[in-house]
């Protein structure tokens, strides 16, 4: 299975924008999806149709970020959602002045302050930001657990 392709819904007239454009870009987001498309307490859902303007602290400029999901269930309530692995939604650990280091704390401050615009985007519309990560996936039991495990390597024998 690819970790990003096309997602196709089996209920098109959930979905708020061009359902024959929806991308995936992890197997999480995939799953995510299918739990939207056929959650009937979710009235309607979308991904990356909503697009919030925020101020990268590292460059000094403006640029636009792409929600992952927008979802708008039966009984009213919204939130916007971004799926991301929890590594990344703490500062970085480990030996400092690496490239390592360096990349995970630019990709730790980008999304603080596009989480910080989101969520006063969302708290101006009555909506409400949350970040999935693989923990909530799983409590929310949306992320399907490892159906088999995994077996013992065991060489072959050659038969020379």
């Given at each position: 299975?690819?970790?990003s392709?096309?997602?196709k819904?089996?209920?098109?007239?959930?979905?708020?924008?061009?359902?024959t454009?929806?991308?995936?870009r992890?197997?999480?987001?995939?799953h995510?999806?299918?739990?939207?498309?056929?959650?009937k307490?979710?009235?309607?859902?979308?991904?990356?149709e909503?697009?919030?303007?925020?101020?990268?602290e590292v460059?000094?400029?403006?640029?636009?970020?792409f929600?992952?999901?927008k979802?708008?269930?039966a009984n009213?309530?919204?939130?916007?959602?971004?799926?991301k692995?929890?590594?990344?939604?703490?500062?970085?650990?480990?030996?400092?002045?690496t490239?390592?280091?360096?990349?995970?704390g630019?990709?730790?401050?980008?999304n603080?302050?596009?989480?910080?615009?989101a969520?006063?985007?969302a708290?101006?519309?009555?909506?409400d930001f949350?970040?999935?990560?693989?923990?909530?996936?799983?409590?929310?039991?949306i992320?399907?657990?490892?159906?088999?495990?995994l077996?013992?390597?065991?060489?072959?024998?050659?038969?020379?």
């Open positions: 299975m690819a970790y392709g096309k997602f819904p089996k209920n098109v007239n959930k979905y708020r924008g061009d359902y454009k929806i991308v995936y992890s197997l999480w987001e995939r995510c999806f299918k739990w939207c498309d056929l959650n307490d979710i009235k309607g859902w979308s991904s990356e909503v697009v919030v303007p925020y101020f990268y460059d000094k400029k403006y640029h636009r970020y929600i992952d999901l979802i708008t269930f009213g309530k919204t939130i916007l959602v971004e799926v692995p929890d590594k990344e939604t703490r500062p970085p650990t480990g030996a400092k002045r490239k390592k280091y360096i990349s995970e630019l990709t730790y401050v980008k603080m302050n596009k989480w910080e615009a969520n006063k985007f708290k101006d519309r009555n909506w949350q970040i999935w990560t693989e923990h909530t996936l799983h409590d929310m039991g992320k399907p657990k490892s159906t088999k495990p077996k013992p390597y065991s060489r072959k024998k050659s038969n020379k």
